[in-house]
């Protein structure tokens, strides 16, 4: 579609408007099923990119019976779910069995599809380069793709985490460019997604979602699209209010983490044991929310989301110590792995280079297949930098390629012949009866038993 197509002509006369939620002629409205305002279009949903939000996402769409369209431009990863061997919890396993059966569920890597599905849902990666600063790159592309395939009567939603007004710039804007206006010819949103990978104790069904349009009736417009499916939608005034949402639950968990460490360190250094600490303020009914120090953080959150809002600061000159303290430390924290790993060594009479180190779980966190901004590519590469012989062993990751690590897990720990055994990340099937033959382990879960050989970071 182009804008020498006849009904983009003249906005003001020849593209139907949409007002509150109505929508274009439904003239297939008798269709079984299908919500009447979605009769003109073959699909309902349409999300953009099928990772680890967009898959759960729309494997939760169809399960509320909508017709859903699955968009992503690798076809690696299309056959990847196809062939069911995405990384998913079990219960999304059962779902992505029952969607690949359905004629209502359909993958592609054909941005034209985009066209046929009332709504458009967005959920791409948006990391940070190697300067902590944000990379937009995928989800400009990604925005680009829907608004030029997009058609009036649709609803555009943003679920990407990302500055404040990207809503607007990256989809309102460029739209205007086309001749449709939001919230006259079509609806933009932003709703940001809500998923813990690798984590089932709640479904996408029991979280609620927050929502904020480009107009209200933009905001109505995407409520009724989530409400079927989620127990609740809070609607916000604005775009930039449910964008700054995600950025303060993100910070606020960065910052919890950032003090939990904090806090391991200075128990350490007083001989308390920190758990126990923790384990005893969590008693407290109120006023208390846990947190547990760690190696650092991992995954395209925490340590990424917070710097969308720190880079967007910096154009007013505005400061916000608290967070940039935060993410200073817990930036800092992989290294202190590699500090503690070489006074532990050196307590025994060696130093790290020459050290045979295995690092136990590196995927970024338990039960996840996925090694993104995991803290054990950069405490492998510390470790490799200080001259030690590094391995190390995941049952659910096989193969590292990474930051210029290339490794495969080990299968005999035991044959390794580790003189330390980082232990990183522990995951929930994960045989760790080794770890009592080994000389020395440095616990960064602070989950392992106490015993002669194991230290906490």
């Not at 923790?278 to 917070?306: N, Y």
């Not at 180190?357 to 338990?366: D, E, F, N, R, T």
């Amino acid at each position: 579609m182009t804008l020498q197509d006849s009904r983009f002509h003249s906005p003001e006369t020849a593209i139907p408007t949409v007002q509150g939620v109505d929508r274009l002629p439904t003239h297939n409205a008798a269709l079984k099923g299908i919500p009447a305002e979605n009769a003109d279009f073959e699909f309902d949903v349409a999300v953009v990119g099928m990772g680890y939000v967009g898959l759960p996402t729309s494997l939760a769409f169809r399960e509320a019976g909508y017709r859903v369209l699955g968009l992503d431009v690798s076809e690696r990863r299309l056959q990847t779910i196809r062939d069911r061997r995405a990384d998913l919890l079990e219960g999304d396993r059962v779902r992505l069995d029952r969607a690949l059966g359905d004629p209502g569920f359909e993958l592609t890597s054909d941005p034209q599809r985009l066209s046929s599905a009332a709504a458009v849902v967005v959920a791409v990666p948006t990391p940070v380069d190697n300067y902590l600063v944000p990379d937009l790159s995928i989800l400009r592309s990604a925005c680009a793709t829907v608004v030029d395939h997009a058609v009036p009567g649709q609803l555009l939603v943003l679920t990407s985490t990302t500055y404040v007004g990207s809503t607007r710039d990256l989809l309102v804007v460029p739209l205007a460019a086309r001749g449709l206006d939001a919230g006259t010819h079509l609806h933009v949103a932003f709703s940001p997604e809500r998923i813990n990978p690798g984590v089932d104790d709640f479904s996408q069904e029991e979280v609620p979602r927050v929502v904020g349009g480009i107009t209200a009736a933009c905001g109505l417009r995407a409520e009724v699209l989530l409400n079927k499916y989620v127990p609740a939608v809070h609607v916000v005034p604005t775009a930039e209010a449910a964008e700054m949402t995600k950025l303060l639950e993100n910070t606020f968990r960065a910052v919890n983490i950032a003090l939990a460490n904090e806090f391991a360190d200075i128990c350490g250094a007083l001989g308390i044991p920190v758990m126990d600490v923790i384990d005893a303020a969590d008693t407290k009914p109120f006023g208390f929310m846990r947190f547990t120090p760690g190696p650092g953080v991992g995954g395209h959150c925490i340590p990424c989301d917070p710097h969308y809002l720190l880079w967007q600061l910096r154009s007013d000159r505005m400061s916000a110590p608290v967070i940039e303290q935060a993410m200073q430390g817990i930036a800092a924290r992989p290294r202190r792995v590699v500090d503690r790993s070489r006074k532990i060594l050196s307590d025994r009479k060696r130093g790290l280079e020459g050290a045979r180190v295995l690092v136990a779980g590196v995927a970024y966190k338990p039960n996840v297949e996925d090694v993104r901004e995991s803290p054990a590519l950069e405490i492998l590469a510390g470790l490799i930098k200080e001259g030690a012989e590094v391995g190390y062993i995941d049952p659910l990751i096989k193969r590292i390629d990474s930051k210029g690590i290339v490794l495969e897990s080990v299968t005999d720990p035991a044959a390794f012949g580790a003189d330390l055994v980082i232990m990183h990340t522990s995951h929930t099937d994960f045989d760790l009866s080794w770890l009592t033959s080994v000389p020395a382990v440095l616990d960064t879960t602070y989950k392992l038993p106490s015993g002669p050989n194991t230290i906490q970071l």
